[in-house]
């Protein structure tokens, strides 16, 4: 199956980039490898205002290109974000910048811990 990119599923650009770290099953994570183009919801670190719908695109951290779509997501990594609904981009201008840490959530599961480490689009992108 070929793979799409976010930016051109979303018609958008991606709106930050974080680095993140996987939790192993043992820790709570996942229990099985996760691929390109899984769709993890991210919560701020202080879990006050719950999930957003902002997508992580994982970028292969040796050639800066997207992860190959077959390739197991590594454990240890950076991905490309993109914020999904229009109506919580002023929240997100707000909160989000280099530093801000919070978590990939699958459900009510933390599967990583990432921060954020560069602001591409989110100010560009008015949506």
Partial sequence: MEYTPYESIFSQPPDF???????SAEAGGR??????GI???????DFREGLYMIYPE???INTGELLEPNTPIPSLGKAMMYILN???????????KAG??????EGNTIVAVCE????????????
Avoid: C
């Fill in 17 to 23: 980039e974080v680095t993140y770290q996987l939790y």
């Fill in 31 to 36: 229990k099985i490898a996760a691929y390109q």
């Fill in 39 to 45: 769709r993890w919801n991210f919560m701020y670190d």
């Fill in 58 to 60: 994982i970028i292969n």
């Fill in 86 to 96: 229009p109506k919580f981009r002023t929240l997100h201008k707000q909160r989000i």
């Fill in 100 to 105: 801000t840490r919070g978590y990939f959530m």
């Fill in 116 to 127: 954020v480490t560069r602001i591409s689009g989110l100010y560009d992108n008015p949506m």
